[in-house]
């Protein structure tokens, strides 16, 4: 892997007369009633327009391909793939199905080839095996999850962090397309407090919508373990157990979702950054 990741293309700083554009265009587009049925006010529209900008697609594209899903950007496994194309680094990938098991594999250039396999095996284990579209269509279904988990690893430079609509724990058909009536439900939020007297918002996950999403990796887990370690020092264990009990009501890293692991890495930046502003404080 000597070859550099292809860095997406900096986006310029955002000229008050696009910001205009954007937003009158947004209002135009909610105005027409063609949007998305998830899609209800300009703001909405303007979001996820943002998000697609710093993806580096347009805002049409966006709003078909993008949806927020438990406050976190999900597409579809179809725009994943695009992403990847764009960086113009892949070199082949494949889909097929051996002996029931969805095989997926991507050759990014410069990189050794990336293969990941995901059957009913893998879909019992995460019980997904009972959901309608899983019943009707099991081999699409699982090419679509490997082909999204093969992304993630070989183009985290185009795909980091985006998840696809069934990854996010809503319905999601054999056309990688979200179906509405079948999502995710908005969770719940309260106030509680955090170490270093920082606020964060307790959510509370709908059990239908749980356990139909991954556990996060561990390299995921290592990387909150390092920035805890930044906010809290030698404590950094004790008070990270306390926030995950606030924040999503467990005490373990392992047992957190993708979304959960996104808030929990931008709460825990906010606290370093406060720890290392304090400590200059305190030096001066």
Do not use: C
């Not at 909405?44 to 078909?64: H, S």
């Not at 264990?237 to 993708?258: G, H, I, V």
């Amino acid at each position: 892997m000597t070859t550099a990741l292809a860095e997406r293309t900096e986006k310029p700083a955002m000229a008050l007369s696009e910001w205009s554009t954007m937003k009158e265009q947004a209002t135009m587009l909610v105005k027409t009633g063609f949007l998305p049925v998830s899609i209800k006010t300009a703001e909405q529209a303007l979001a996820i327009a943002l998000t697609g900008r710093e993806l580096g697609i347009g805002m049409m594209e966006a709003i078909r391909g993008i949806n927020v899903i438990q406050g976190k950007p999900s597409v579809s496994p179809q725009l994943m793939l695009a992403l990847a194309i764009r960086t113009q680094q892949l070199e082949s990938y494949s889909m097929n199905i051996v002996n029931g098991d969805a095989v997926v594999v991507i050759k990014r250039k410069g990189w050794p080839e990336h293969r990941v396999t995901f059957g009913p095996k893998e879909a019992t284990a995460l019980q997904l095996s009972g959901k309608d579209n899983y019943k009707k269509q099991p081999t699409v279904m699982y090419k679509w999850r490997a082909l999204a988990e093969a992304l993630r690893f070989t183009f985290p430079d185009a795909v980091s962090g985006i998840y696809t609509f069934d990854e996010m724990g809503a319905e999601m058909n054999s056309e990688g397309e979200l179906q509405l009536n079948r999502g995710v439900a908005s969770a719940a939020q309260t106030s509680v407090a955090m170490p270093q007297e920082k606020a964060v918002d307790a959510v509370t996950v709908p059990a239908e919508s749980e356990k139909d999403v991954p556990a996060i990796t561990d390299s995921e887990r290592k990387l909150l373990f390092k920035i805890a370690r930044s906010a809290w020092g030698d404590k950094y264990e004790e008070n990270l157990r306390r926030y995950l009990k606030a924040k999503f009501n467990t005490d373990s890293t392992s047992a957190l979702q993708p979304y959960q692991f996104a808030q929990a890495v931008e709460d825990l930046k906010e606290a370093a950054t406060a720890a290392e502003a304090n400590a200059g404080n305190a030096a001066a």
